[in-house]
Protein backbone atom coordinates (compact mmCIF):
# COMPACT_ATOMS: atom_id res chain seq x y z
CA UNK A 1 0.00 0.00 0.00
CA UNK A 2 1.59 3.56 -1.07
CA UNK A 3 0.14 6.35 0.88
CA UNK A 4 1.59 9.75 -0.39
CA UNK A 5 0.91 12.61 1.70
CA UNK A 6 0.38 16.23 0.12
CA UNK A 7 0.19 19.33 2.34
CA UNK A 8 -1.88 22.09 0.90
CA UNK A 9 -3.52 25.26 1.30
CA UNK A 10 -3.71 27.64 3.53
CA UNK A 11 -4.43 25.75 6.48
CA UNK A 12 -1.74 22.96 5.50
CA UNK A 13 -4.67 20.41 5.05
CA UNK A 14 -3.48 16.88 4.59
CA UNK A 15 -4.34 15.43 1.01
CA UNK A 16 -3.75 11.30 1.05
CA UNK A 17 -2.78 9.70 -2.41
CA UNK A 18 -3.63 6.22 -1.14
CA UNK A 19 -2.47 3.52 -3.81
CA UNK A 20 -2.09 -0.40 -4.66
CA UNK A 21 -1.74 -2.45 -7.54
CA UNK A 22 -1.67 0.95 -9.98
CA UNK A 23 -4.86 1.88 -8.69
CA UNK A 24 -5.66 4.99 -6.02
CA UNK A 25 -7.98 7.12 -4.23
CA UNK A 26 -7.78 10.86 -3.48
CA UNK A 27 -8.91 11.03 0.27
CA UNK A 28 -9.41 15.04 0.97
CA UNK A 29 -7.83 16.72 -2.13
CA UNK A 30 -6.85 20.64 -0.40
CA UNK A 31 -5.54 22.62 -3.14
CA UNK A 32 -3.42 22.40 -5.70
CA UNK A 33 -4.83 20.48 -8.01
CA UNK A 34 -1.79 20.47 -10.76
CA UNK A 35 0.53 19.48 -7.73
CA UNK A 36 -2.33 16.22 -7.40
CA UNK A 37 -2.63 15.73 -10.57
CA UNK A 38 1.37 15.32 -11.36
CA UNK A 39 2.16 13.33 -8.16
CA UNK A 40 -0.43 10.93 -9.28
CA UNK A 41 1.11 10.55 -12.85
CA UNK A 42 4.70 10.14 -11.09
CA UNK A 43 3.37 7.10 -9.20
CA UNK A 44 2.17 5.75 -12.15
CA UNK A 45 -1.26 5.72 -10.37
CA UNK A 46 -5.06 5.81 -11.58
CA UNK A 47 -7.37 7.58 -9.53
CA UNK A 48 -10.60 5.62 -9.12
CA UNK A 49 -12.24 7.61 -6.50
CA UNK A 50 -11.74 11.15 -4.56
CA UNK A 51 -13.19 10.46 -1.11
CA UNK A 52 -13.87 13.11 1.48
CA UNK A 53 -13.98 12.91 5.34
CA UNK A 54 -16.16 16.31 5.63
CA UNK A 55 -17.08 18.91 3.40
CA UNK A 56 -15.06 22.05 4.58
CA UNK A 57 -13.58 24.08 2.28
CA UNK A 58 -10.12 23.39 2.93
CA UNK A 59 -10.42 19.43 2.74
CA UNK A 60 -12.09 19.75 -1.36
CA UNK A 61 -11.03 22.65 -3.07
CA UNK A 62 -8.98 20.93 -6.04
CA UNK A 63 -11.90 18.28 -6.93
CA UNK A 64 -12.58 20.64 -10.30
CA UNK A 65 -9.14 20.32 -11.37
CA UNK A 66 -8.39 16.34 -10.12
CA UNK A 67 -11.89 15.80 -12.63
CA UNK A 68 -11.08 17.72 -15.60
CA UNK A 69 -7.36 16.62 -15.51
CA UNK A 70 -8.39 12.71 -15.41
CA UNK A 71 -12.11 12.13 -16.20
CA UNK A 72 -15.48 11.89 -14.32
CA UNK A 73 -14.00 10.86 -11.21
CA UNK A 74 -16.89 9.93 -8.83
CA UNK A 75 -16.75 12.01 -5.50
CA UNK A 76 -18.32 10.53 -2.41
CA UNK A 77 -19.01 12.52 0.30
CA UNK A 78 -21.76 11.74 3.28
CA UNK A 79 -24.96 13.20 2.65
CA UNK A 80 -25.22 14.94 5.83
CA UNK A 81 -22.29 17.60 4.67
CA UNK A 82 -23.72 18.10 0.99
CA UNK A 83 -25.33 21.26 1.44
CA UNK A 84 -27.56 23.01 -1.23
CA UNK A 85 -25.79 25.87 -0.84
CA UNK A 86 -23.55 27.07 -3.26
CA UNK A 87 -20.73 28.95 -1.56
CA UNK A 88 -19.30 28.75 2.10
CA UNK A 89 -18.43 32.05 3.11
CA UNK A 90 -15.24 32.02 5.71
CA UNK A 91 -13.41 35.15 6.86
CA UNK A 92 -15.46 37.10 4.23
CA UNK A 93 -14.31 34.95 1.08
CA UNK A 94 -16.51 32.76 -0.66
CA UNK A 95 -15.28 28.80 -1.68
CA UNK A 96 -17.22 26.19 -3.35
CA UNK A 97 -19.40 23.50 -1.30
CA UNK A 98 -19.51 19.83 -2.26
CA UNK A 99 -23.29 20.72 -3.63
CA UNK A 100 -21.20 23.09 -6.21
CA UNK A 101 -19.20 20.12 -8.11
CA UNK A 102 -22.50 17.98 -9.03
CA UNK A 103 -22.95 14.53 -9.35
CA UNK A 104 -21.71 13.25 -5.88
CA UNK A 105 -22.08 9.93 -4.71
CA UNK A 106 -23.61 9.36 -0.85
CA UNK A 107 -21.59 7.22 1.94
CA UNK A 108 -22.41 6.87 5.30
CA UNK A 109 -22.15 4.46 7.74
CA UNK A 110 -20.62 0.53 6.82
CA UNK A 111 -20.32 1.49 3.21
CA UNK A 112 -17.77 0.07 1.52
CA UNK A 113 -15.92 1.55 -1.53
CA UNK A 114 -14.71 -0.55 -4.55
CA UNK A 115 -11.08 0.99 -5.18
CA UNK A 116 -10.40 -1.68 -7.71
CA UNK A 117 -7.71 -3.66 -5.87
CA UNK A 118 -8.37 -2.63 -2.43
CA UNK A 119 -11.65 -1.55 -0.31
CA UNK A 120 -12.34 1.72 1.68
CA UNK A 121 -14.99 0.98 4.83
CA UNK A 122 -16.87 4.31 6.19
CA UNK A 123 -17.39 5.15 9.57
CA UNK A 124 -19.82 7.94 10.26
CA UNK A 125 -17.92 9.81 13.47
CA UNK A 126 -19.95 13.41 13.57
CA UNK A 127 -19.01 15.44 16.08
CA UNK A 128 -16.53 18.28 13.61
CA UNK A 129 -19.46 18.21 11.33
CA UNK A 130 -22.77 16.28 10.69
CA UNK A 131 -21.53 14.45 8.18
CA UNK A 132 -17.84 13.31 9.04
CA UNK A 133 -16.60 10.15 8.18
CA UNK A 134 -13.67 8.07 9.15
CA UNK A 135 -12.10 6.24 5.91
CA UNK A 136 -10.71 2.42 6.83
CA UNK A 137 -8.43 0.82 4.43
CA UNK A 138 -6.97 -2.50 5.84
CA UNK A 139 -4.75 -1.07 8.67
CA UNK A 140 -5.13 2.74 8.12
CA UNK A 141 -7.59 4.89 9.29
CA UNK A 142 -7.96 8.35 7.55
CA UNK A 143 -9.67 10.12 10.65
CA UNK A 144 -10.28 14.11 8.88
CA UNK A 145 -10.87 16.50 11.27
CA UNK A 146 -11.98 14.21 13.93
CA UNK A 147 -8.86 12.92 15.41
CA UNK A 148 -5.42 14.50 15.51
CA UNK A 149 -2.16 13.64 17.14
CA UNK A 150 -2.86 14.47 21.01
CA UNK A 151 -6.30 16.63 19.99
CA UNK A 152 -9.56 16.83 18.21
CA UNK A 153 -11.09 18.94 15.77
CA UNK A 154 -13.21 22.11 16.43
CA UNK A 155 -16.88 21.47 17.09
CA UNK A 156 -17.72 24.81 17.15
CA UNK A 157 -18.39 25.47 13.50
CA UNK A 158 -21.87 25.06 11.74
CA UNK A 159 -22.86 21.69 12.35
CA UNK A 160 -20.45 20.49 14.88
CA UNK A 161 -21.58 19.08 18.01
CA UNK A 162 -19.48 18.56 21.72
CA UNK A 163 -22.12 15.40 22.20
CA UNK A 164 -21.92 13.73 18.68
CA UNK A 165 -18.02 14.06 18.95
CA UNK A 166 -17.45 12.50 22.21
CA UNK A 167 -19.37 9.40 20.89
CA UNK A 168 -17.32 9.22 17.80
CA UNK A 169 -14.49 9.33 20.00
CA UNK A 170 -15.51 6.90 22.61
CA UNK A 171 -16.63 4.92 19.36
CA UNK A 172 -12.55 5.30 18.18
CA UNK A 173 -11.18 4.29 21.68
CA UNK A 174 -12.97 1.18 21.84
CA UNK A 175 -12.08 -0.37 18.46
CA UNK A 176 -10.38 -3.68 19.21
CA UNK A 177 -7.00 -3.44 17.23
CA UNK A 178 -4.39 -0.84 16.29
CA UNK A 179 -4.46 1.58 13.15
CA UNK A 180 -2.15 4.10 11.39
CA UNK A 181 -3.68 6.96 11.79
CA UNK A 182 -3.53 9.66 8.98
CA UNK A 183 -5.47 13.18 10.36
CA UNK A 184 -6.30 15.77 8.06
CA UNK A 185 -3.91 18.28 9.26
CA UNK A 186 -0.30 17.67 11.42
CA UNK A 187 1.34 14.88 12.23
CA UNK A 188 0.45 10.84 11.75
CA UNK A 189 0.15 8.62 14.69
CA UNK A 190 -1.23 5.54 16.13
CA UNK A 191 -4.46 4.83 17.22
CA UNK A 192 -3.06 3.00 20.12
CA UNK A 193 -0.76 5.21 20.98
CA UNK A 194 -4.03 7.94 21.08
CA UNK A 195 -5.98 6.16 23.42
CA UNK A 196 -2.82 5.81 25.43
CA UNK A 197 -1.85 9.47 25.39
CA UNK A 198 -4.59 11.84 23.96
CA UNK A 199 -6.33 13.23 27.27
CA UNK A 200 -9.75 12.86 24.74
CA UNK A 201 -9.56 9.20 24.18
CA UNK A 202 -7.82 7.84 27.02
CA UNK A 203 -11.38 8.41 29.22
CA UNK A 204 -12.97 5.44 27.42
CA UNK A 205 -10.88 2.52 27.78
CA UNK A 206 -12.74 -0.82 28.21
Not at 24 to 52: F, M, R, Y
Request: with cysteine.
Amino acid sequence: MIVKTLILGIFDTNCYIVGKDGNCVIIDPADNGNKINSTIEKLQLKPVAILLTHSHFDHILAVPDIRNHWGDIPVYCNELDCSDKMHEIFMGKQYPTVSSFGDVTHYSEGDIVDAKTFKVKVLHTPGHSEGSVILEIENLLFTGDTLFKGTIGRVDFEGGDSYKMKESLKRLAKLPKDYQVFPGHEEPSTLEHEKKTNPHLTGYKK
